[in-house]
């Protein structure tokens, strides 16, 4: 299994951004599937959750700003970005909760890559 996240970049403040994850591979069901990220000196820290019947949360500093999605039919997650400030810079990773195998039912956790976001006033 994979996870493919894209759409980072380099913004200014107030801007916005897109990002998407897509996973990939031997997947028999997703359950949550969420938005982490991790800024310089910092560990990191949730972003947003989405529950595969689409029930989300949100980390206080981002809500309002920030809107979590999700496509179950294409295994994808995205993370719609606006009003972007400063303190958003950071590399943003997705995350899903995975099933392979419905005999077992086994969940595990899968990380994406990593995208880079740039927010410079």
């Known amino acids: 299994v994979q996870l493919q996240a894209s759409g980072g970049g380099s913004v200014q403040v107030g801007g916005f951004l897109r990002l998407s994850c897509a996973a990939s591979?031997?997947?028999?069901?997703?359950?949550?599937m969420g938005w982490y990220r991790q800024a310089p000196g910092k560990q990191r820290e949730l972003v947003a959750t989405?529950?595969?019947?689409?029930?989300?949360n949100y980390a206080d500093s981002v809500k309002g700003r920030f809107t979590i999605s999700r496509d179950n039919a294409k295994n994808t997650v995205y993370l719609q970005m606006d009003s972007l400030k400063s303190q958003d810079t950071a590399v943003y990773y997705c995350n899903a909760d995975i099933i392979r195998n419905p005999i077992n039912n086994v969940r595990n956790h899968y990380w994406g890559q990593g995208t880079l976001v740039t927010v410079s006033s």
């Open positions: 591979g031997s997947i028999f069901s997703i359950n949550a």
């Open positions: 989405i529950t595969s019947g689409g029930i989300t």
